[in-house]
């Protein structure tokens, strides 16, 4: 059990904050280290005798974050300019991903990037690997050393690709149920079937896809969709039997409950209502939209058609694995294009986003993202001392939204004091 400061959020995404809180956890039948209360200190001491506590003054115990979206072999390609998309995967993207055709570059690579996702105090991710089969091996089982929930899938290219990265129709998808078979449901791990995007795939990996996710439906399914206008423009050409980019996903069968669609930017209300009618979700990028100049995803459009939504840093198009950095890229976005009085977003809407809001678009809610009884006790401990500013901010925040407010405007790694999977705390290699 650990005594500090406890955020948590509720049923309806509103935060829970105790100043003095207590957090306990304990091993469930199957083993998984569960939270089995969280409150304040003062109502809950006594209810656990013999319990050892531990007592982490002025620190703040939060939810591990939840990236929906990241890329584990873009490592190095983070801060590459290019003038957008096309050119920024041509030039940067798919010569990097190339390289990990050679097992052993993914295996010397996959511990650097979980390590600097957890550094970030990022528990989850819902990770593209690339078209390699073996991407997948080396970010899964590193994965399972640290006892991380992960969700990964080997990326499906079978057109529009360089040699290197382009798979081949066929052998992409017995590859694709080969890995499922070996890693869904493996301890804490899922599998996710991944068409990079519409234009890399044929309309016969796209249909091999589809019928994938209809055979296995606890898989999940992640995309990219209307990021970039000349990626809109090329998928009208590609696809003019569909209403529009995200509707080709739709006519593959790969739109559904657990899939995870990166961007969602050149959206019409049509596309909100089937992302809705679906129970697809979008994973909102906002550094990465930023950076690339994609453009900005429209959150008051989301929130009026009520589809799922959560956030996520797209390393290496996104410019940083700390959600920090993200939520305050989102709150600009939200800013952009702005109707409503007030704030666009406000700072317990972001974190959400980032923790149980997006722990729900991967319909795992009340498993991660949040630190309720019953949920994976992955969280994380913040010092908001560690830094002399930070230390000040937040010393004289008046309220929980200017002490949340504090921490994503100036917070990043240095943040994140320490992380606990599982209930167990992790250490660096
Ligand atoms: N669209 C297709 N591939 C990619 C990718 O690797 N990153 C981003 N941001 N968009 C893509
Ligand atoms: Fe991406």
């Not at 703040?60 to 990241?70: K, N």
């Not at 590609?238 to 990166?262: H, I, K, M, Q, T």
């Not at 305050?328 to 666009?344: I, W």
Request: aromatic content about 10%; hydrophobic content about 40%; glycine content about 10%.
């Amino acid at each position: 059990a650990f005594r500090a400061g406890l955020l948590r959020f509720d049923d309806e995404g509103r935060a829970q904050y105790d100043a003095d809180g207590l957090l306990v956890t304990g091993p469930a039948p199957d083993g998984r280290q569960l939270v089995r209360a969280a409150g304040p200190y003062a109502r809950l001491q006594g209810n656990f005798p013999g319990v050892a506590v531990e007592s982490l003054p002025g620190r703040i115990i939060a939810p591990g974050f939840v990236d929906l979206h990241i890329h584990f072999p873009q490592l190095d390609v983070i801060g590459s300019p290019a003038p957008g998309l096309l050119p920024w995967l041509e030039n940067y993207t798919f010569p990097h991903e190339a390289r990990f055709a050679d097992p052993a570059h993914a295996e010397a690579l996959a511990g650097f990037f979980l390590d600097e996702l957890l550094r970030h105090g990022v528990t989850t991710a819902l990770a593209f690997c690339t078209s390699h089969p073996s991407s997948v091996d080396a970010l899964m089982a590193e994965s399972e050393r640290r006892g991380l929930r992960m969700i990964a899938g080997k990326v499906l290219q079978d057109r529009h690709s360089p040699d290197g990265v382009r798979d081949q129709t066929e052998q992409s998808l017995v590859d694709t149920e080969a890995l499922i078979s070996r890693w869904h449901g493996r301890e804490r791990l899922g599998y996710a079937i991944t068409p990079r995007f519409a234009p890399s795939c044929s309309e016969a990996q796209l249909r091999g896809a589809g019928a994938l996710a209809a055979k296995y439906p606890d898989v999940w399914i992640q995309s990219h969709v209307a990021e970039n206008l000349d990626e809109v423009r090329w998928v009208r050409e590609l696809f003019p039997a569909s209403r529009s980019y995200l509707s080709v996903y739709e006519d593959f069968g790969l739109l559904r409950e657990r899939a995870l669609y990166a961007h969602c930017i050149h959206f019409d209300d049509e596309d909100r209502a089937l992302m809705r009618a679906r129970g697809a979700a979008a994973a909102v990028s906002p550094t990465s939209n930023l950076f690339l100049g994609s453009g900005f995803f429209d959150f008051e459009g989301a929130q009026r058609v009520g589809f799922l939504h959560g956030l996520a840093s797209d390393v290496g198009g996104g410019t940083s694995f700390s959600p920090f950095h993200t939520m305050l890229a989102a709150y600009y976005v939200g800013r952009e294009g702005q109707t409503k009085p007030g704030l666009s977003l406000s700072p317990q809407r972001l974190w959400w986003l980032h923790t149980a809001g997006a722990a729900q678009a991967l319909r795992l809610d009340g498993v991660v993202g949040n630190l309720q009884p019953g949920c994976e006790a992955d969280f994380v401990v913040l010092d908001p001392a560690c830094t002399p500013l930070l230390a000040r901010k937040t010393a004289a925040a008046r309220d929980l939204d200017e002490l949340l407010f504090s921490m994503i405007v100036l917070g990043d790694d240095r943040l994140v004091e320490s992380v606990h999977i599982g209930g167990r705390p992790w250490i660096a290699a």
